[in-house]
């Protein structure tokens, strides 16, 4: 069946450095895919998505690339923030799957002042 | 105002009762939804309503039982609850089922304990 993959966390950064969270998929036909983050204590939020090759979702600096090639979509910021330290969390729906939201089992960031 | 509320935010209770956790959204979404978020924060849906009519139903045991009697809310009802059943619940909603493109708001979360 369809599933995602995330890297394990915890990820920890100080604030300022490079963010990369891994993201691959396996899927049949056309998914669409989701960053989803979730901060401490409170439920998901959207952050940004794609929904074909090559698109580019972004939002709040953070950037992801769908790329069918390598089926990744992975989560980038050039320059994270004590702010970002959350859940974030990797996800796919596809129509006929009744868009269920299929998700990643989550990356835990931890930005350091 | 609040987009999606659950009641309660935390239930604590012992083996073998029968609990309810209540969603409702204001936005005027047409689908809903039910996921639960183990302690090692998977998330996975369990439900999904649209218009109030049953969509998906992710072979979850049938102890638990979704109602929703409009579709502003989605209940869920849990029969002889077991240590297994321990978790976040989280209740979200989105426009519609149609495309993929649709964002999911989701409520702050149930943490139920069970003892």
């Known amino acids: 069946g369809d599933s995602v993959t995330q890297m394990e966390g915890p990820v920890t950064l100080s604030e300022e450095a490079f963010l990369t969270i891994n993201c691959t998929y396996t899927?049949?036909?056309?998914?669409?895919l989701f960053w989803y983050v979730q901060y401490p204590g409170e439920g998901l939020q959207l952050l940004l998505k794609?929904?074909?090759?090559?698109d580019k979702g972004s939002n709040k600096g953070f950037e992801a690339t769908y790329r069918k090639e390598t089926t990744s979509f992975h989560l980038e910021k050039g320059s994270v923030q004590v702010s970002d330290s959350a859940v974030y969390f990797c996800?796919?729906?596809?129509?006929?799957?009744?868009?269920?939201?299929?998700f990643g089992s989550g990356t835990r960031l931890l930005v350091r002042p | 105002d609040t987009a999606v509320s659950q009641t309660p935010k935390y239930l604590v209770t012992q083996m073998g009762n029968d609990k309810s956790i209540k969603c409702e959204q204001n936005?005027?979404?047409?689908?809903m939804y039910w996921y639960k978020q183990d302690s090692k924060k998977f998330l996975k849906i369990m439900f999904s309503?649209?218009?109030?009519?049953?969509?998906i139903n992710e072979t979850v045991p049938n102890r638990f039982s979704p109602k929703s009697p409009d579709k502003a809310h989605l209940n869920l009802h849990i029969n002889s609850l077991e240590l297994g059943d321990s978790a976040v619940y989280f209740c979200?909603?989105?426009?519609?089922?149609?495309?993929?493109?649709?964002?999911?708001?989701f409520g702050p979360g149930t943490r139920l304990t069970v003892l």
């Open positions: 979200a909603s989105s426009q519609d089922l149609a495309g993929g493109y649709n964002e999911q708001f």
């Open positions: 899927a049949t036909g056309y998914p669409s």
């Open positions: 794609a929904t074909k090759a090559d």
């Open positions: 996800a796919l729906t596809k129509r006929d799957s009744s868009y269920k939201l299929i």
């Open positions: 936005l005027g979404h047409d689908t």
């Open positions: 309503y649209n218009n109030k009519e049953l969509i």
